[in-house]
């Protein structure tokens, strides 16, 4: 499952380069969210696989990014002009409650306690549904939903999140009392995650091709 | 302690219903997302169709006060001119002075009064007013009296059942189609007849208009005077089309044109 996973985050990020003109300026930012991603999982790969060393600062530290380039995604995206100042405020917000955070719990900086995933989950949750909800209720003419990339990103993003904003907090109650039984729930995350992948790549894939205009 | 596969079971248990959850609120969103572009789809499509019309009056505003205009400049200028050369004529005629001269002096009187009784035929033809004043029969029975008088075509006009107004705005695009198809006979078609028939039923407006030219053929772009009367044949078609009516064409080489329009009664109040 891992080298699938991988397998998936390549594919995502090439179908990403091949069709980066036709997606156009709202999705720039898809290129180097999966970068970031692409390389905080080799990089994790690697310190346990070779240097044995079981680190969790590279997933706190790659949270915020993350955060910050899917809100500005959905920035570019959203209409309302409530909506996208919140999205601004939220990014400063989120980013301070960290610090502050870390600054008072520094041993969880490298732990798996994921609180920055939990709040993270949270904002992109409502983030994704206000696209969505923005999106039905356009007065635009569209010619079909499935050829926005975007929504199929809303939904990757409202699968993959709830589902894992559950499974984290539960996760870590589950670690105290049966540790088998949070073992075996851990593969419900692995298959969200491929899951938001090939739903990325179907969303990137859905895009109308934009005509090349030929100059007289 | 709990046994494995009660575990596997829950993790597969919590998975599904994650699953069905997001795959109904997917089919909510699809379902929600198409019924609102129905009624946007019909909007815009009443929009552009309001938006159409009201370019369509706009342009029969203004073609109207052109040509009114033209009328009034040829009556006032052209006609006046022609009327002082008449009377200037008749008194050289009526001197005697020049009695070598005097079959061409009345030839050329002879011409002026017959241009200045086409002058008049054609200010009434150019002027919508004449059309408001005594309708839409009237106007195309004078079209075709001043088309008449050239002497190179010969005309038919019937009308069937009692004539009514389809109301001012429609007669005006009416009678305008009709200039249209008959300039569009006289230019292009070499026909010598020209037929008009007026069909007022109870509910439905027919107008058949034809001619006995040579007819022409729609696959064939090339000529460029075919080209133009084609181009006014498809802007027929569209104002009557956007009033609501039917615009048939039917032309075959040798045979002569036919242009069938159909309007509702109704439609036209």
Redesign the interface.
Known sequence: MKYLYYALMFICLMVFLYRREDLGKSLALLGPLLVCSLTVELLTDYQREVLCIKNWYQYHIYQPIEYILMTMIFYNNIRNVLVRKAMLWSAPIFLTTLVVYYSFQPASFNSEKFIDFQVESFFLIIWAILYLVEIVNTDAVIESIFRLPVFWLSFAVLLFYTGNIFIVGFRDFLAKYDVKMRDTLMIVPRCLNLIFYLMIIVGLLCTRTRKKSSSV | M?S?PE??L??II??TA?LLF?VA??VF??L???K??FR??L??SQMQKEYDQAILHVQIEVQDKTMQRIGEELHDNIGQLLSVARIHLNVVEESGIHEDNMGAIKEANSLIEKSLGDLRLLTKSLDSDFLKDFGLVESIGHELVRIKNTKIFRTDFKVHGDPYSLGLHHDIVVFRVVQEILQNSIKHSKAKDLAVAITFGDQIFQLAAEDNGCGFDFSEPSDSALSQSGAGLRNIQRRIALLGGTCSLDSRIGRGTRVAITLSRKMSK
Do not use: D
């Open positions: 709990h494995y575990e596997i829950f993790s919590l998975g994650l997001f609120i997917f969103v699809i929600k997302f198409q609102n572009q946007n789809r909007q815009q």
